[in-house]
């Protein structure tokens, strides 16, 4: 592990230090510089003027790996909040809403922490901020990608195949995206838990079992993106209990579902999406996958996926 680095921010509405880490970090740092710097500006001349003319009560940041409940999780926020309609600066959805609240949307950690460091000064550190994740179990998490794939199942969405040509195509979707695969796993979450001072997914699933699916981390790095946030981590299979636990963690917010374009566009291959969260991964598939990547074998290993060794 390399030792951190520090960065001095700049610009009246950033943080006064932005904690840049390790590789496992890396993501914090995956912003192109063109994108930060007017990401900052538009943040500070567009949505905060210099002198702040609302104080946050509330700051939300919902970042979240693709496919795993981010629609949902943005829209419930955004309605209990009474949000206007949403902005989208680059990377980062962002909505201004009643009573001093606030609601960020994004897949990338970069995006995100910048965005919390233009709006910092907006908000005190006796208000909340809360950054909010969840985790889908691979056998449901990559059908969803596949049918979301250019290069997969989205062009099948509306086709009259077979099962069996179905599931062809989901295997040599693994075979030639394995890469993209592996780099949207590990994009959000090993990010998060790190910054938060989590001792890893196994010890986060063990506090979920005992909660009912969802682990609350209040411990961010004292310097980094995330000071003064708490994250709460949701597991999906858990999603019967997430409107109990968002209005317990955020009282006033009110979860509700949202369908997703799989459910509601493609019902030709329904019985084929379905089938699939009971496909049996070859070991050469879960290789491919995994890599030599530990988050990643971590990520199937509590969920049962991992072989024996």
Not at 35 to 47: A, E, G, N, P, Y
Not at 98 to 117: C, F, I, Q
Not at 269 to 281: D, I, K, M, P, R
């Amino acid at each position: 592990m390399t030792k951190p680095r520090f960065a001095v921010c700049a610009g009246l509405f950033l943080c006064a230090v932005l904690y840049l880490h390790d590789s496992k970090s890396g993501y914090l740092n995956k912003i192109l510089p063109e994108d930060r710097l007017q990401l900052r500006s538009l943040f500070k001349t567009v949505i905060w003027h210099p002198n702040c003319p609302v104080e946050l009560d509330t700051v939300a940041l919902i970042l979240n790996t693709p496919l795993s409940g981010t629609a949902s999780l943005t829209r419930s926020f955004a309605q209990s909040f009474g949000c206007g309609k949403g902005q989208q600066f680059h990377n980062v959805g962002h909505r201004s809403c009643e009573n001093g609240k606030d609601v960020l949307r994004t897949h990338h950690p970069g995006y995100g922490s910048e965005a919390l460091a233009a709006i910092r000064p907006c908000y005190q550190e006796r208000n909340k901020c809360v950054v909010v994740t969840s985790i889908r179990n691979p056998r449901s998490w990559l059908p969803a990608m596949f049918m979301h794939s250019p290069s997969g199942g989205q062009k099948l969405c509306n086709a009259d195949v077979s099962q069996e040509y179905f599931f062809e195509k989901y295997r040599e979707w693994i075979m030639f995206e394995a890469e993209h695969i592996r780099e949207t796993i590990v994009q959000v979450r090993p990010t998060l838990l790190e910054h938060f001072g989590s001792a890893g997914l196994t010890d986060e699933f063990k506090k979920m079992d005992t909660s009912g699916g969802y682990s609350l981390l209040n411990n961010p790095d004292p310097l980094g993106s995330f000071n003064n946030c708490e994250l709460l981590f949701l597991r999906m299979e858990d999603a019967v209990h997430w409107p109990a636990i968002v209005e317990k963690v955020v009282p006033g917010v009110k979860y509700d579902r949202v369908k997703s374009r799989t459910e509601e566009k493609c019902l030709a291959v329904s019985t084929h999406y379905h089938a699939l969260q009971n496909y049996e991964y070859t070991s050469a598939e879960k290789k491919l996958i995994i890599g030599d990547n530990k988050d990643i074998e971590e990520y199937f290993k509590v969920y049962g996926l991992l072989d024996e060794k």
